[in-house]
């Protein structure tokens, strides 16, 4: 059983689970290796200087490793509430999971199939987002979303930075007090 599982491991869905894992939290990343930000290049991330969205998204990926995240090679087909949580359908493997982060990018049709409330996309050429809450909930209770798929802007460090948001959110319930993840400089 996984306290998480992320679908979706472009900027929001490795940025959630950097957060979920450092955190102790039992976390699962699943990806289909279709990013969007795959085919980016990238001048405006704070902090990077300038990267290729490969590059980016592999960073992504192995931080995420680092902290603990169990990371997946498959795509998502099916996501079905159970007594503990939910199960969640690859091609050819099924998981459990407590919570479950929606970080698909552009694709909703896994949103959609599942029950999850969508509506129109507000950002150019995006025409439906998951519709979430201020912190990131959708209509079905553990199921969240982030990045591009709930809404926000598709810059990387945009989409990184509401996967944080939401991967605290997640933590904090489960911790059941508001989560703060703050490192200090190593002497």
């Known amino acids: 059983m996984y306290d998480v599982a992320i679908i979706g491991a472009g900027p929001a869905g490795a940025s959630a689970a950097i957060f979920t894992a450092k955190a102790g939290k039992k976390t699962l990343l699943i990806d289909n290796d279709k990013s969007i930000t795959k085919r980016a290049w990238i001048e405006n991330h704070y902090g990077v200087m300038e990267a290729t969205g490969p590059d980016l998204v592999e960073t992504g990926k192995k931080q995420a490793v680092k902290f603990g995240a169990e990371l997946v090679d498959g795509q998502v087909v099916n996501i079905q509430k159970s007594e503990t949580g939910f199960q969640v ?17 552009i694709a909703t ?20 987002i998951i519709d979430v809450d201020d912190a990131g909930r959708t209509n079905i209770e553990g199921i969240w ?22 991967a605290i959110n997640i933590i904090s319930e489960l911790n059941g007090e508001r989560y703060v993840d703050h490192d200090v400089l190593k002497s």
């Open 89 to 105: 359908e690859t091609e050819n493997q099924t998981f459990e999971a407590k919570h479950v982060i929606l970080a698909t990018g």
């Open 109 to 128: 049709d896994l949103a959609e199939k599942i029950g999850v409330k969508t509506k129109p996309g507000t950002e150019p050429r995006i025409k439906t």
């Open 145 to 166: 979303a982030a990045g591009t798929a709930a809404g926000v802007s598709v810059h990387t460090i945009i989409t990184a930075g509401d996967g944080a948001k939401v």
